[in-house]
């Protein structure tokens, strides 16, 4: 058992400095660790790597804050979205009975998102050339004028799907960012606002999971023992380390993960 703590411990400092360097790697990296690895049920491993989540960026966005690499009015507009909609979504899942959906399920729909999240990892640069051309000044003036309703939107969508699933907060919410965001968002700007947009979103998520029993505090514990000072480790690196490099070979990982969940 003390050798299990001191893993889960090791899992949490890994995955908090891959959050730390690209924004991408929390829930996408950590319910599959629990789950294949550790053996925790689909349900349990959501709600805990959601507190996990809230707790490990939000003392990343600290670190994000005093470097001022996060823009905290676009983390106004994603909130607008991302909390009512992981809101309503936790009212289906607990009052409606969902809660209780078969864990197959549960465990098929995260391997789905991390399908989605290696795509968007890994193609981020793509999808942006395709979502606008910063070229044309007559559309990017238009675009800019319906940017805070645009990225209200994105919020919902990813306050749905990161609380169903844990996953989706920094992938795929950084690469909706690149989209909405082009030209105002530096790469660290961009990890940043992601980070500072998660905490928020993942406690709303946790919070409803706690209530309905669906977390482990003690493996939360040695989970946030190893992921505090990784997150902080990773998020000073980001001034020092190949971005591009980190965020193609998550990509990979997540691909073969979801697939291995997703045929499970």
Request: glycine share 12%; aromatic share 6%.
């Amino acid at each position: 058992m003390i050798m299990m703590d001191w893993l889960n411990a090791l899992a949490g400092l890994l995955v908090g400095v891959v959050v730390g360097i690209t924004g991408v790697g929390g829930g996408s990296l950590m319910s599959p660790i629990l789950i294949l690895l550790f053996g925790v049920a689909p349900a349990t491993a959501v709600g805990t790597d959601l507190w996990f989540a809230a707790a490990t960026k939000a003392a990343g966005s600290v670190v994000h804050h005093r470097q001022e690499s996060a823009d905290l009015a676009i983390v106004g507009w994603l909130c607008a979205g991302s909390i009512p909609a992981a809101l309503i979504t936790l009212f289906f899942l607990f009052e409606a009975g969902g809660h209780q959906v078969k864990h197959g399920l549960i465990v098929t729909m995260l391997g789905g998102m991390l399908l989605v999240t290696s795509v968007a990892t890994l193609f981020r640069r793509q999808l942006v050339s395709a979502m606008i051309d910063v070229d044309d000044e007559v559309r990017v003036r238009r675009f800019v004028r319906f940017q805070p309703v645009l990225t209200a939107l994105a919020g919902a969508v990813l306050g749905t799907l990161v609380t169903l699933t844990s996953v989706g907060a920094g992938a795929l919410g950084a690469t909706l960012l690149l989209m909405l965001y082009p030209l105002r968002l530096t790469a660290r700007k961009l990890v940043g606002t992601d980070i500072m947009h998660a905490v928020p979103l993942t406690l709303v998520g946790g919070l409803g999971y706690m209530l309905a029993g669906a977390v482990d505090l003690k493996l939360l514990g040695m989970l946030l023992i190893g992921s505090i000072p990784g997150i902080v480790i990773g998020s000073r690196l980001t001034l020092h380390l190949n971005e591009m490099f980190v965020q193609r070979a998550l990509a990979v990982i997540l691909f073969v993960t979801g697939l291995k969940l997703v045929m499970s």
